[in-house]
């Protein structure tokens, strides 16, 4: 879900963009006006993350898969990496990477389906892992780290997708972090890479693709070819956005009431019940489940009939699965449990 806020300003600026006489959908990326568009979202997503000087900003088209494979060949100068897995998205980034060198999976929440995040404080770190690799927010199974791993000084390396922004992270915590865009900020299709400069080396593996080559996007102020224009301009007034509406803290604030009102509901309900332990649960994607298949699927044709929609878990897992991000307002989180209570008594 994307602000409304937002949508109607991009409606309203679709065909003259401040006086361009064109939209942002057919503007030159080297014209002025894009360069000033391109600008003033990295600056406002610096001053959202207070992003250290030293770390660069890269807007990469590909989305997240694509970044499951830049990572190792850009990251990779021994040829080895540790990667943490708690759900799809890591397992899937981990099968990538070893394309690429020697995996060593060092953690994994595998033995309970993923329902929480295994203690990281003390792991068997690789001695020659060029970094050590996390899923930040697991979307599917809806965990989230609550801490990071101690990486006994080995780079940290995250994917945020599903919390970007949803709260702050500490940038100097990471190597590099890195999301795709379309949970918490625009339209599919590209990922925000935010990466400390001594990790940006020229000798990268030999087979990288020069698109996904974060020294030459770095070098080229990410536009080295002809970016996602329009994703970029609508992740911008997204930042802007969020930073009317109080910045990350906000954010923060907003989306823990959101889903303590969820979670206090799952947490009583004789019906419903969330399948992540307590101290993993992420603020973004909250699964729950009735504990029968047929009710579940009752449930979802019911809810999706009184206009909630996307309630339905994802392919691989089942069950239920609420998404409240960012843009998802307070008053959709209460209607969604006053439907789950009359559908309780109704079902009891
Ligand atoms: N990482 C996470 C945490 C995700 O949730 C997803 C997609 N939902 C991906 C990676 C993959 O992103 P994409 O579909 O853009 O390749």
Excluded at 236 to 265: H, P, S, T
Aim: proline fraction near 3%; charge should be negative; glycine fraction near 8%.
């Amino acid at each position: 879900m994307l602000p409304e806020e937002v949508l109607r300003q991009a409606a309203a600026e679709m065909m003259d963009y401040q006086g361009t006489g064109e939209s942002v959908m057919e503007m030159s990326h080297r014209s002025k006006e894009f360069k000033k568009i391109i600008d003033q979202a990295e600056q406002d997503l610096r001053d959202l993350l207070e992003i250290p000087d030293n770390y660069k900003v890269l807007f990469m088209q590909g989305g997240g898969n694509q970044q499951f494979a830049a990572v190792p060949m850009n990251l990779m100068k021994n040829g080895v990496a540790d990667y943490i897995v708690t759900g799809q998205w890591a397992k899937k980034a981990a099968k990538e990477a070893e394309k690429y060198g020697k995996v060593n999976i060092i953690a994994s929440s595998a033995d309970k389906t993923f329902s929480y995040i295994p203690d990281c404080s003390d792991l068997e770190v690789s001695e020659d892992a060029d970094y050590v690799y996390i899923c930040e927010n697991n979307t599917i199974y809806g965990t989230k780290y609550k801490t990071l791993p101690n990486t006994k000084g080995k780079t940290l390396v995250a994917d945020v997708s599903s919390c970007f922004l949803s709260e702050k992270h500490d940038v100097t915590k990471y190597g590099l972090l890195w999301g795709g865009v379309q949970k918490n900020i625009g339209p599919a299709g590209m990922a925000i890479v935010i990466i400390r400069e001594d990790l940006i080396r020229e000798d990268v593996m030999a087979c990288t693709p020069t698109i996904m080559n974060y020294k030459i996007t770095a070098d080229n102020g990410s536009l080295y070819n002809t970016p996602p224009c329009y994703n970029i301009y609508i992740c911008g007034l997204v930042f802007q956005w969020m930073k009317r509406m109080g910045g990350l803290d906000e954010m923060k604030r907003r989306n823990e009431e959101k889903a303590q009102i969820l979670y206090d509901y799952l947490d009583q309900s004789k019906m419903f019940h969330a399948t992540v332990e307590p101290d993993s649960r992420s603020l973004m994607n909250v699964p729950f489940v009735t504990g029968d298949k047929e009710l579940d699927a009752k449930f979802i044709r019911e809810s999706e009939a009184a206009g909630f929609i996307n309630l339905k878990g994802h392919r691989t897992v089942g069950g239920m699965r609420a998404s409240i991000y960012n843009a998802v307002p307070r008053e959709g989180i209460v209607a969604l449990v006053e439907f789950m209570k009359k559908f309780e008594q109704e079902n009891a």
